[in-house]
């Protein structure tokens, strides 16, 4: 497997408990086990803020924190949508720290939407595993 591909599989291996936390089981999480899914979010500074002010839904998004505390209490709205946004985004800007440029170019020339997710990201100085 080559570094990238190694890469990939760590993303996925964070990414599916913080999946199964906000989806399956919210309930039970509390913040320090939140905090210790999301650290490897929070090392890269991926997904700080949450902005929920846009004037459509595609304007806004949620943060870490944001997030947690919509799922734990959704107030009878459907998050589903807010929840594979941040899943979907948070995943690709994990992925943008962590691969190669060459990896990096392959996201943005497969992205659904023609975004570059990378750039997105914002991502000053990458920090790898």
């Known amino acids: 497997m080559t570094s990238d591909e190694k890469a990939f599989h760590k993303v996925m291996a964070i990414m599916f408990p913080i999946r199964n ?10 913040q320090s086990e939140w905090d210790e899914l999301v650290k490897d979010l929070a090392k890269r500074e991926i997904k700080e803020k949450t902005y929920t002010d846009g004037a459509t839904p ?10 947690f505390g919509l799922a734990k209490n959704p107030k009878g709205k459907d998050i589903h949508h807010e929840v594979m946004r941040f899943l979907e985004e948070a995943g690709l800007y ?18 659904p939407e023609g975004h570059d997710p990378c750039e997105d990201a914002r991502i000053i100085a990458k920090i790898p595993f």
């Open 94 to 111: 994990l992925l943008c720290h962590v691969t190669s440029d060459e990896f990096n170019k392959v996201l943005k020339d497969t992205h």
């Open 21 to 30: 936390a906000l989806m399956y089981d919210i309930a039970t999480i509390t």
């Open 58 to 67: 595609r304007d806004n998004y949620y943060g870490r924190q944001g997030v």
